[in-house]
Each structure stands twice: as C-alpha cells, then as structure tokens.
C-alpha cells in the first residue's frame, strides 16, 4: 500500500501564496509605463526583490521543515555494490 503524503503545512501555503503574489504584480502590464526609469527601479524594488527573498527564504525554510532525503549516520558506510545498503 502506498504511503499517504503528509498534508501541506501552513508554511508551505503562505510560502506559494506570496509567490504567486509577488509574481502576478511584477507581471502587471502597463506598469511601469514603457521608458520611465524612475518607476522602473520602483517597480524592481517592489516586486523583484521580494520576490527573489520570498523563493530563496522560503526555500531554506521548506528544505529544514521537510527534507527530500534522509541525513545518513556518519559512521554507517555506504556499499554501493549492493542497491539496498546503499539506503539510510
């Protein structure tokens, strides 16, 4: 029987929430207004930077809550000639 994946956490909500926020507005059309450098760097600030700090946060925060593998012992040594020792 396969397992159940666990539910999402409230983190991971918030985390693809403000995701897609921050992307939607960064992709507004019209804004900012084609030639304004001053609103463009506002623009940048506003939605860029966020959103590059929301994905790479997120991200370390995500990997810490649910990891994709399993940390080894450090004393167990790994025998790749045979496919099930090489498991932690």
């Known amino acids: 029987m396969p397992k ?11 985390w693809l929430g403000l995701t897609i926020v921050f992307y939607l507005l960064y992709n507004l059309p019209g804004i900012p207004e084609y030639g304004d450098a001053p609103s463009a760097l506002i623009h940048g600030v506003l939605t860029i930077l966020p959103l590059w700090v ?3 946060a997120g991200l370390i925060i995500l990997n810490r ?3 994709l ?3 080894c012992d450090s004393n167990k040594t790994l025998n790749y000639s045979d496919k099930e020792d090489t498991q932690c």
């Open 65 to 67: 809550q649910r990891s």
């Open 54 to 56: 929301i994905s790479y």
């Open 4 to 14: 159940k994946s666990k539910s999402y956490k409230t983190t991971e909500k918030w």
């Open 69 to 71: 593998r399993t940390k």
